[in-house]
């Protein structure tokens, strides 16, 4: 199937570190991306990973894969308030040109 | 242009009415998407241009909705008849090539439907 499936909601404190999952189904993701919606906003790429790694960092930001079980997680050490947003997850698969996205999980940063 | 630009941002229509949601990719990108966004849910795949090529329209939600691409840059999408269920931010994306490369989007256009 289609689904990319990410919990709804995730609220962390100002200087924690925030997780948040997807989970996809199809095994031939080439690559899975992690997109920010801020309020009234477009997306905006964050970061991305290929298929065939498991792990990338950039700054704050962690992204970890574990193809086997089909899991992608975003990690963002230190949290800001300005890190309050959407966050989607995406995949492109081989073969293929669309962007299947995951549902979204709203970020919340309290002070 | 510096970013992909959507036009209008914000639209009311009455149900029943046409409406044309217009979006400027950036220069020289080859790739263009429209997606849709309901309130609380991700974004629904609706039509992929590339280049020359005929365009995948299979996300589209019914016959009410048509898209085109003119001289292989603007793209108009047209929700005719509207009803209350097409209300939605309709987002517009662009990329260099299709698939594995960075897709920019632009800020969408909020269409509410009375």
């Known amino acids: ?111 | 242009g510096a970013g992909v630009s959507q036009s209008p941002s914000n639209k009311v229509t009455e149900k029943g009415k046409d409406v044309e949601l217009r979006c400027d990719p950036i220069s020289g990108h080859t790739a263009l998407y429209w997606y849709r966004q309901s309130l609380g849910q991700g974004l629904e795949f609706l039509i992929y241009f590339q280049g020359n090529s005929a365009p995948d329209k299979s996300g589209l939600p019914s016959d009410r909705f048509s898209a085109e691409r003119t001289g292989g840059s603007v793209s108009t999408l047209t929700i005719q008849r509207t009803q209350q269920e097409d209300s939605a931010v309709y987002l517009c994306a662009s990329s260099l090539v299709h698939g594995n490369t960075e897709a920019f989007f632009g800020q969408g256009t909020r269409l509410t439907v009375v």
Not at chain 1, 43 to 49: E, G
Request: neutral net charge.
């Open chain 1, 1 to 111: 199937g289609e689904d990319v499936e990410q919990s709804l909601f995730l609220s962390v404190r100002e200087g924690d570190s925030s997780v948040i999952n997807c989970t996809y189904t199809d095994s031939s993701s080439t690559y899975l991306y992690w997109y920010k919606q801020e309020p009234g906003a477009g997306l905006q790429l964050l970061t991305y990973i290929f298929s065939n790694m498991d792990m990338k960092q950039d700054q704050r930001l962690t992204v970890l894969l574990n193809k086997k079980d089909k899991h992608l997680s975003l990690r963002i050490a230190d949290t800001q308030t300005g890190d309050s947003a959407i966050y989607f997850c995406a995949e492109t698969r081989q073969g293929t040109y669309k962007y299947i996205f995951g549902t979204g999980t709203r970020l919340k940063v309290l002070a």
